[in-house]
């Protein structure tokens, strides 16, 4: 099924394909056996995606539309009428900005469009290198610590707009300090 969707492309959609998102639809479509080939099994279909990969790549639901019999449309909609669902693959450093009542009375919106113009992404997307998606939430359940975002499992309380650039510096921070660390051992075991 794979090989064929592929072959359909035109040559721009398939440079457009990365090496990680092949390997996911790879997995997806070995995947897909382990459900009955049956339009009723959809959504558990989709969910099971999601769950597994983190977000549903728009060639695997030409995939599982393929795969169950229906029409790509349905599969669409069925997977656009739910926010549990994402289309972009979710960045190593997620980032979650609260927008519930706390958080959005003491500038969580402000919050969020600082990320944007600092990831140069906008909410609901991932960068270019997977390095972060930003997503906006109701609610964290931290409205003491307004306004809060969540990095990863790591929750910023009282976040400002000049505490975003800090944010994205500590984590650029560490991925340098983690990638200086490898090649040192590989060099020390080399």
């Known amino acids: 099924m794979l090989?064929?969707?592929l072959a359909s492309l035109d040559e721009s959609e398939r440079e457009a394909i990365d090496e990680e998102e092949l390997q996911v639809l790879e997995r997806v479509e070995?995947?897909?056996v382990t459900f009955p080939s049956e339009p009723s099994h959809l959504l558990?279909?989709?969910?099971h995606?999601?769950?597994?990969?983190?977000?549903l790549p728009k060639l695997a639901l030409r995939l599982v539309a393929d795969y169950?019999?229906?029409?790509?449309?349905?599969v669409y909609g069925i997977a656009t009428f739910y926010n549990q669902f994402r289309f972009n693959p979710p960045g190593r450093n997620p980032i979650k900005v609260c927008l519930g009542t706390a958080c959005h009375v003491k500038g969580g919106d402000i919050i969020l469009e600082n990320f944007e113009r600092r990831l140069g992404i906008r909410e609901g997307e991932t960068t270019a290198d997977r390095e972060y998606s930003l997503e906006r939430v109701a609610c964290i359940g931290c409205c003491a610590l307004a306004p809060a975002v969540v990095v990863g499992d790591k929750v910023e309380a009282y976040v400002t707009p000049s505490k975003v650039e800090g944010?994205?510096?500590?984590?650029?921070?560490?991925?340098e300090m983690a990638a200086r660390e490898q090649k040192k051992n590989e060099t020390a075991n080399g």
Not at 49 to 55: D, E, K, N, P
Not at 68 to 74: D, L, P, R, S
């Open 3 to 5: 090989e064929q969707i």
């Open 30 to 32: 070995s995947e897909l």
């Open 44 to 47: 558990p279909i989709l969910q």
């Open 49 to 55: 995606i999601q769950a597994r990969h983190g977000y």
């Open 68 to 74: 169950v019999g229906v029409a790509i449309g349905k």
């Open 167 to 175: 944010i994205i510096t500590e984590i650029e921070v560490r991925k």
